[in-house]
């Protein structure tokens, strides 16, 4: 069975960092395309970021980039998130997503982020 | 960016009533649509693929069409596990984007 469990979200104050983690299992996770997405409260989705297999191709959306960034060690099988210079409007559920065709095929339960002073 | 528009915002309807939501998006996308589902505290889940490809263990009430830039999901016979917000999205060119979703609730 596929597995996402997102960690390491948490209350952090305004221009503060946090790294989310995403321990994947169930799939050879060095095979596939992995996405961040999430959910302000009460809200709609919002995709984030992606990275390929190996890391080489990486994308952004705009409201994050230069602040964000996502990494991957295909060795533990976990996708990273370090969030830099946060923002009230980062307040979210973040969601570690594995990629299918085009798709976003499985999600993770998600880690709340709460950015706040 | 590709907008990606829904309709209705939210809907009422009763167990049975075959139920209709449609997203239009702000170019063609080639049929990258994708829908899902997601219910209260939970995260999404991928019920419909490339415009209406039904994923595995999806109850074959959902069904999904269209083309170029005109999407449509339809649930022909709601069913009280249905009661959800769904979710368009373009797979077509970065920055994925979501539709603002649609409420089904209970009538």
């Known amino acids: 069975e596929v597995q996402l469990v997102e960690s390491g979200g948490g209350l952090v104050q305004p221009g503060g960092s946090l790294r989310l983690s995403c321990a994947a299992s169930g799939f050879i996770f060095s095979n596939y395309w992995m996405h961040w997405a999430r959910q302000a409260p009460g809200k709609g989705l919002v995709w984030v970021s992606r990275s390929d297999s190996d890391g080489g191709i990486i994308d952004y959306a705009d409201s994050v980039k230069g602040r964000f960034t996502i990494s991957r060690d295909n060795a533990k099988n976990t996708l990273y998130l370090q969030m830099n210079s946060l923002r009230a409007e980062d307040t979210a559920t973040y969601y570690c997503?594995?990629?299918?065709?085009?798709?976003?095929?499985?999600w993770g339960q998600g880690t709340t982020v709460t950015v706040s002073s | 960016d590709i907008q990606m528009t829904q309709s209705p915002s939210s809907l009422s309807a009763s167990v049975g009533d075959r139920v209709t939501i449609t997203c239009r998006a702000s170019q063609s996308i080639n049929s990258y649509l994708n829908w899902y589902q997601q219910r209260p505290g939970k995260a999404p889940n991928l019920l419909i693929s490339a415009a209406s490809s039904l994923q595995g263990g999806v109850p074959s009430r959902f069904s999904g069409s269209g083309s170029g830039t005109d999407y449509t999901l339809t649930i022909s016979s709601l069913q009280p596990e249905d009661f959800a917000i769904y979710y368009c999205?373009?797979?077509?060119?970065?920055?994925?984007?979501f539709g603002q979703g649609t409420k089904v609730e209970i009538k």
């Open positions: 999205q373009q797979g077509y060119s970065i920055p994925w984007t």
């Open positions: 997503v594995k990629a299918g065709r085009n798709t976003l095929d499985v």
